[in-house]
């Protein structure tokens, strides 16, 4: 059966003992060199250096699939510069932040080698990516002066596996609500709203994100080495929190102060609608 699945481009690729990257027909269903960023002139540029914009990524590289194998990931590079680029252009800083302070967890086989702009921004802050800030520290300060007007969990698969159980992130979550701040996400990363435990302060809120039935197809691409651990769509379901899409095709969402985006193909209009969002209130 696996040298069928070679033969047809859907056997994952091994890039280590029982570790896996995705297969080559995924890679070119699913992977493009270039991003869609598209540059966009907003007239109305902060100027305000002190507001800044958060950014939690994931410290996870292996996630163990349900089948015992392990799938390479970390955050996607899609839904973590193209947004970026565009928050730069708006004039805000950003400031980067993983759970316990490693370094952000990338998926490097998703990185677009031939976009420009992409690969110029993740040179600017590969120091900051391999030694971002501690999560847990920074929480512990934040206070009604701190300088930031939005967070964003950013998507890839990596982000299930430490996000949903972090007592940093929980915090973060509540201070955002509490202070009204505004939150982005993507793809898998509002799986980090199931760390405010039993009941969230988003509750009756809707979303775009990558569905659960989306997760369930993608081992027969070669996408991932398995079936998913567990899925995180049912559980933001039970604390009423609703995925609003079947399908990842670029939906964006904005539900008050939640803006959310179903996956790469997002991230682009994602990037573009937060920014207004948050230049209105500068």
């Known amino acids: 059966m696996n040298c069928i699945k070679q033969i047809f481009g859907v056997a994952p690729h091994e890039e280590g003992e029982n570790t896996y990257s995705p297969s080559k027909l995924a890679l070119k269903l699913a992977v493009d060199k270039k991003t869609d960023y598209t540059p966009y002139n907003f007239e109305n ?18 996630l163990k699939m349900a089948n015992g194998t392990l799938f390479q990931t970390g955050n996607h590079p899609f839904e973590l510069f193209i947004p970026m680029l565009h928050w730069e252009a708006a004039g805000f800083a950003v400031d980067i932040a993983t759970p316990t302070g490693d ?3 990338l998926e490097h086989w998703a990185m677009p080698t031939e976009d420009k702009a992409v690969m110029a921004l993740f040179d600017k802050y590969r120091s900051k990516l391999e030694k971002p ?15 930031y007007v939005a967070v964003y969990f950013p998507g890839g698969h990596g982000v299930i596996a430490d996000l949903p159980f972090s007592g940093a992130v929980e915090k973060l979550i509540n201070w955002t609500a509490k202070h009204n701040k505004h939150f982005i996400t993507i793809c898998h990363g509002p799986s980090a709203l199931l760390s405010t435990g039993d009941t969230s302060p988003y509750s009756g809120y809707a979303i775009a994100a990558c569905p659960d039935g989306m997760d369930k197809l993608l081992p027969a691409t070669g996408y991932l080495p398995g079936g998913m651990p567990w899925f995180y769509g049912e559980k933001l379901n039970s604390l009423g929190i609703k995925i609003v899409n079947k399908t990842m095709n670029g939906k964006v969402i904005v539900d008050r102060k939640l803006i959310s985006g179903d996956g790469p193909k997002a991230a682009n209009e994602l990037g573009i609608v937060s ?6 209130e500068a």
């Open 103 to 105: 370094a952000m967890a």
């Open 275 to 280: 920014s207004k969002a948050l230049l209105s």
């Open 45 to 62: 540029r902060n100027q305000d250096s002190s507001k800044k914009i958060l950014i939690v990524g994931t410290e996870t590289e292996l």
């Open 133 to 147: 800030l501690n999560l847990w520290e920074l929480v512990g300060q934040l206070n009604d002066h701190s300088p």
